[in-house]
């Protein structure tokens, strides 16, 4: 064995019980070397965190994501729109057609310990980004008080300004 290398999960580096300690008893001189896939995610974490543009774009998305998928309401009209949009789109030739094609998907929440999620986030937005529009927008119009309308609605401003399309489209 050249080299070995763990994500720091605990069943992972386990100095007693985790796959670290197997490696341990048939190779006593290898040593522990935390995984430089997930060094890198940090590294992106915390230079993404940094850069205010950045951060901001996450800390919203984060919030319109879970703002549409914490209401069972919210999920089922997401998938309406989007269950429309892509029919219009098939109509059009905008689309392709064929087996696996054109599935009803869901909006992805990103997590804090994969890099991956965040750019599943991206990807799923950007996919249903007409169908999240109607949703909010919907949402504003039936809000049931000012203050709900207005966040909602902010968040809607900020779905549709050129900052939060060049940020999604571009990351």
Known sequence: ???QGYNDASNMRGAWNGLQALFLRDCPYSCYVHCFTHRLHLTLVATAGNEISIWLFFSK????????????????????????EIAHMVAAGERETGRGANQIDNLHRSGTTRWSSHFDSICSLIDMYGATITVLESMVQEGSSNSICGEIGGFFIVMKSFEF???LFDA
């Open 165 to 167: 399309i060049f940020i």
């Open 61 to 84: 998305l984060t919030i319109i994501i879970n703002l549409i998928c914490a209401s069972p309401k919210c999920h089922t009209e997401l998938h309406y729109a989007q269950a429309i």
């Open 1 to 3: 064995m050249r080299g």
